[in-house]
Each structure stands twice: as structure tokens, then as C-alpha cells.
């Protein structure tokens, strides 16, 4: 079963980078799926970046940029295996 993690708050599309306000830990490794209208997709986290540095894992209530395989949209939802 997946459990809502976050949301999309920004899409960088020049360059593939979301930006997520995440609810739940996340760290390098782990799987997660980008949900919504149009979009569906699952990917491996293997980029996390706060502030243009990067970083091992993040936290609830962090904002970062992760790198993603496909477009996003703002308010699509970041969904991990629970």
C-alpha cells in the first residue's frame, strides 16, 4: 500500500527538478511515485538537494529539489511504500 509523503510545490522543466514539500523521511534509495492527473510514474530516489547542497536524507516539513525521470506538476502527489 502507498502512503502520501508530499506534494509537488514547483517543476523546474528545463533542467527535470521538483521541488516537494515532503510530510514523511525520505533518504537516498528509497522508491517513490509521482500521482496525479497526468501524471504516474515510480522512480528511486538518487538526489536530494536543500538549498543547492546536497544531502543524505530529509525530514518532515523540508522542502528539496530531487532530479525526476518525467514532468511533474505542481500539486501532484509523492507517494512511498508503506
Same mark, same amino acid.
Given at each position: 500500500m502507498k502512503k502520501k509523503?508530499?506534494?509537488v510545490s514547483h517543476y523546474f522543466?528545463?533542467?527535470g527538478v521538483a521541488v516537494i514539500k515532503i510530510k514523511e523521511e525520505l533518504k537516498l534509495g528509497d522508491q517513490i511515485?509521482?500521482?496525479g492527473h497526468t501524471?504516474?510514474?515510480d522512480q528511486i530516489v538518487t538526489s536530494l538537494e536543500i538549498d543547492h547542497k546536497k544531502v543524505e536524507a530529509v525530514?518532515? &516539513?523540508d522542502d528539496f529539489?530531487?532530479?525526476v525521470i518525467a514532468k511533474v506538476r505542481q500539486g501532484d &502527489?509523492?507517494?512511498k511504500e508503506t
Open positions: 509523503i508530499g506534494e522543466h528545463r533542467i511515485s509521482f500521482l501524471t504516474d510514474f525530514k518532515p &516539513g529539489a530531487i532530479k &502527489g509523492v507517494y
